[in-house]
T-cell receptor, first 113, second 112 residues
């Protein structure tokens, strides 16, 4: 069982380009989350989805969009990347239905030049 | 607004020592608190989860405590090993449907 997979592992992107970070789970959990991690700031929630077909904004949603067409996939899209979006992005979902313990993917390191 | 603080930001200790990592929060009305480990360039691994009604949780050489009245959680690592070197993060939930609020982490280095 892979748990959560993320792709790509890393990416260098020119400013203004569109980019989609992929996240796939094989645990059939309802909720999925996207975080960004920046040095000294900890993890900040970008968007979340509590179930397929629904999404919500987190702490830092501007410049990002998500979709949840099915249970397994939760892609994060940067419509027009800016250098301040250089970060490490983590996809996560709860281990159990109550969302008590979150399980994380390996992350995507994105650099926007 | 709930804030989570981890001090110090970095800590270096000799192998074999027992140590305590701190996590402070400003509002005692929490649902649960988790401790995570993050190795360089890797994702996060959940270590311990403490529910609001609990005082501590143990897993091997790790013991996490929770004192809501003082707004503090500690992660105790016994007989530290070089393999314990990592960044340790704490995160809490305000209720069952709320997302996690994160500390910035403590980078721990265990010197052989």
């Amino acid at each position: 069982i892979a748990g959560i997979t993320q792709a790509p592992t890393s990416q260098i992107l020119a400013a203004g380009r569109r980019m989609t970070l992929r996240c796939t789970q094989d645990m059939r959990h309802n909720a999925m989350y996207w975080y960004r991690q920046d040095l000294g700031l900890g993890l900040r929630l970008i968007h979340y989805s509590n179930t397929a077909g629904t999404t919500g904004k987190g702490e830092v949603p501007d410049g990002y969009s998500v979709s949840r067409a099915n249970t397994d996939d939760f892609p994060l899209t940067l419509a027009s990347a800016v250098p301040s979006q250089t970060s490490v992005y983590f996809c996560a979902n709860p281990r159990d239905p109550k969302g008590n313990e979150q399980f994380f993917g390996p992350g995507t390191r994105l650099t926007v030049l | 607004k709930q804030e989570v603080t981890q001090i110090p930001a970095a800590l270096s200790v000799p192998e074999g020592e027992n140590l305590v990592l701190n996590c402070s929060f400003t509002d005692s009305a929490i649902y649960n608190l988790q401790w995570f480990r993050q190795d360089p360039g890797k994702g996060l691994t959940s270590l311990l989860l403490i529910q609001s009604s609990q005082r501590e949780q143990t897993s091997g050489r790790l013991n996490a405590s929770l004192d809501k009245s003082s707004g503090r959680s500690t992660l105790y690592i016994a007989a530290s090993q070089p393999g314990d070197s990592a960044t340790y993060l704490c995160a809490l939930k305000l209720d069952s449907n709320y997302q996690l609020i994160w500390g910035a982490g403590t980078k721990l280095i265990i010197k052989p």
